[in-house]
């Protein structure tokens, strides 16, 4: 999933596809809504759900993302990217990388 928020987290966008190509669906959200990536502030990267393969990938662009744009990357557990509380608590601890929370109950 990728979503465009605003300034004040509320949702402008979102595109939801399951076959996991993160890039292709942040470059359409961002031409769907006349964007360009310089005009990015900061990027959110949800850093503890799905695969380990998953969770590596969004980790892995958003930091990529944030290095090459010279912006903060913000990460997030997917049970608070709906809560705007929580948006505003974590984008006040901004880091200069994400790191990915794995399931370690899988075994």
Do not use: W
């Given at each position: 999933?990728?979503?465009l ?5 509320n949702l402008i966008?979102?595109?939801k596809?399951n076959?996991?190509?993160?890039l292709s ?21 949800v ?5 380990f ?7 892995t ?5 944030a ?12 049970k ?8 505003e608590?974590?984008?006040r601890?901004?880091?200069?990388f ?6 370690k109950n899988?075994?």
């Amino acid at each position: 999933m990728a979503r465009l928020l605003d300034k004040k987290f509320n949702l402008i966008s979102e595109i939801k596809n399951n076959d996991g190509d993160l890039l292709s669906m942040i470059n359409l959200i961002l031409k769907k809504n006349q964007k360009t990536l310089k005009q990015i502030k900061s990027v959110i990267a949800v850093n503890d759900s799905g695969t380990f393969s998953g969770v590596r990938s969004v980790i892995t662009i958003g930091n990529t993302l944030a290095f090459a744009l010279k912006i903060p990357v913000v990460p997030l557990s997917i049970k608070d990217i709906n809560n705007k509380r929580k948006l505003e608590m974590a984008f006040r601890r901004k880091v200069n990388f994400a790191i990915p929370k794995y399931n370690k109950n899988l075994f």
